[in-house]
């Protein structure tokens, strides 16, 4: 996987790779954003740190998923003692990362295929909880945004005119790619995406692809991905009820999306269901009895 060290400003790197990183500094110290997939994104982590020159102080990790949180029990192994922060509920499927398989397959342990390092990092000990707004992390004031809607309570992190952004947004070619992105509600993943629209002047550093000056493009691509599996699920509840099983076989089938293995099936389940939840939630789909769980539109 490429990498890359890209220089924001004077104070500030976005460390570009399969999951991005980010490193806030003030010349001596350092906070490091999310962490990576895995001991080789904290190799790197570590190895950017000494050439930009820096001691780590403190992590802030924007959301719990294995890319993101994979690299932390290397840094701990190998560097002195530092803070991990986290979200709450983000810090618990960090806690316990066993979590994640648990969540996506419905409440039952994970099989293996769930249990790949795209699904399972190692725990991470977090020390401090995050709450939203201006805050003190290692001495550096930092604002922490809620971002919710791909996991339920990502936090950017805006340090200066640089926000971290994590997953509120992904690259054009992912979305091509996996046109059912990831995503818990959403609702809550459109109003993310507004909210980043609505912040001015701020140079957006999400958690994978380049760095944006000027998001609004990428933005929308993101909005209209979200509202096509939103109205795909629409348009096939409206031609009859059917189980979710076949909803997610029907909705993934239309968008092109591959489901190419069982775990890239469960993701995108996921998201099929986070899209019967908003129709529901807006009066447009319900739920019929009889012994099954079967989705209807209204
Ligand atoms: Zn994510």
Redesign the pocket.
């Known amino acids: 996987m490429a990498f890359e060290i890209v220089t924001l400003n004077h104070s500030t790197y976005h460390l570009q790779s399969g999951a991005n990183m980010g490193v806030i500094s003030d010349g001596k110290r350092a906070v490091v954003v999310d962490t990576g997939l895995d001991d080789d994104s904290g190799r790197r982590i570590k190895k950017a740190l000494e050439q930009i020159g820096v001691r780590l102080e403190a992590v802030i990790l924007t959301?719990g998923?294995a890319?993101?949180f994979g690299g932390t029990a290397y840094l701990r192994r190998s560097l002195p003692p530092f803070r991990v922060n986290a979200p709450p509920l983000e810090a618990a499927f960090i806690t316990h990362p066993t979590l994640e398989g648990i969540m996506l397959s419905a409440g039952a342990l994970p099989f293996d295929q769930l249990k790949g390092k795209f699904t399972l990092a190692p725990a991470c000990k977090v020390d401090e909880e995050l709450t939203p707004g201006l805050t003190s992390i290692a001495g550096f004031e930092v604002e922490l945004i809620p971002l919710p809607g791909?996991?339920p309570n990502?936090m950017g992190v805006r340090w200066g005119d640089v926000l971290f952004c994590?997953?509120a947004f992904l690259p054009p070619a992912t979305l091509t790619k996996y046109p059912v992105p990831?995503t818990v509600h959403l609702g809550q993943a459109l109003e993310s995406l507004a909210k980043l629209e609505s912040l001015q002047d701020l140079i957006l550093a999400p958690?994978h692809g380049p760095h944006l000056p000027d998001p609004r493009e990428v933005i929308q691509i993101n909005r209209d991905a979200l509202w096509r599996v939103i109205e795909t699920t629409n348009t096939v509840l409206a031609e009859g009820s059917a189980e979710e099983g076949a909803i997610t076989q029907a909705v993934c089938q239309r968008l092109g999306d591959p489901l190419a293995n069982p775990a890239g099936y469960y993701l995108a389940r996921t998201t099929v269901q986070a899209a019967l939840v908003y129709l529901y939630e807006q009066g447009r789909a319900q739920i019929i009895a009889g012994g099954r769980l079967q989705w209807a539109h209204t």
């Open positions: 959301h998923h890319d993101h791909h996991s990502q994590a997953d990831f958690g």
